[in-house]
T-cell receptor, first 115, second 113 residues
Framework: SQTIHQWPATLVQPVGSPLSLECTVE??????LYWYRQAAGRGLQLLFY??????ISSEVPQNLSASRPQDRQFILSSKKLLLSDSGFYLC??????????????FGQGTRLTVV | GENVEQHPSTLSVQEGDSAVIKCTYS??????FPWYKQELGKRPQLIID?????GEKKDQRIAVTLNKTAKHFSLHITETQPEDSAVYFC????????????FGSGTRLSIRP
């Protein structure tokens, strides 16, 4: 069966420090991968998505970047964190069956607090 | 790009009553509409989805309706129970290689005992 791992679960970082959040998927190949951010009491904002190794699309200009060095690995990074980067970060994956959309599965999330 | 609007942002209903959450989408090419439930501090999880080739789908106490012409879809929860308290998100997705899932802003549902 497929599983998604995301870590760390919680993180407190000072302003100006770097960030690296990692997400890996097991039990499937060539998934679409996504990073979302959820501010406190808010909705899910799509940050990045990837349809394959090295292919990253950004949805919102910001202080963050993403990379996909391996088929089932998706990394969210920042060189210098801002206070506004605080939030709940969720990684997700889904498969495409031709043109048929399918369910997306989320990791357990990382709660990032920038202080 | 696709935009999904969701209403209401908060909803409080008496246990046993019904709850309805409504969403509209902007891109007529969207063909997949999932609904996710997120309990406090946890990941969103799919509770029901509907594709554009059907108008209604039901799973026990949960049902979703889709009006493609008006570009809106709704979640209906009947006989609400305390465990239904959570944040609910609607979403829309198009048939493409990226298959981005665009979420609504969420509805915080509270069930009063």
């Amino acid at each position: 069966s497929q599983t998604i791992h995301q870590w760390p679960a919680t993180l407190v970082q000072p302003v100006g420090s770097p960030l690296s959040l990692e997400c890996t998927v097991e039990g499937t190949s060539n998934p679409n991968l996504y990073w979302y951010r959820q501010a406190a009491g808010r909705g899910l904002q799509l940050l990045f998505y990837s349809v394959g190794i090295g292919q990253i699309s950004s949805e919102v200009p910001q202080n963050l970047s993403a990379s996909r060095p391996q088929d089932r690995q998706f990394i969210l990074s920042s060189k210098k964190l801002l206070l506004s980067d605080s939030g709940f970060y969720l990684c997700a994956w889904k498969l495409l069956a031709g043109q048929l959309n399918t369910e997306a599965f989320f990791g357990q999330g990382t709660r990032l607090t920038v202080v | 790009g696709e935009n999904v609007e969701q209403h209401p942002s908060t909803l409080s209903v008496q246990e046993g009553d019904s709850a309805v959450i409504k969403c509209t989408y902007s891109d007529s090419a969207s063909n997949y509409f999932p609904w996710y439930k997120q309990e406090l501090g946890k990941r969103p999880q799919l509770i029901i989805d509907i594709r554009s080739n059907v108008g209604e789908k039901k799973d026990q106490r949960i049902a979703v309706t889709l009006n493609k012409t008006a570009k809106h879809f709704s979640l209906h929860i009947t006989e609400t129970q305390p465990e239904d308290s959570a944040v609910y998100f609607c979403a829309a997705s198009k048939p493409s290689s990226a298959s981005k899932i665009i979420f609504g802003s969420g509805t915080r549902l509270s069930i009063r005992p």
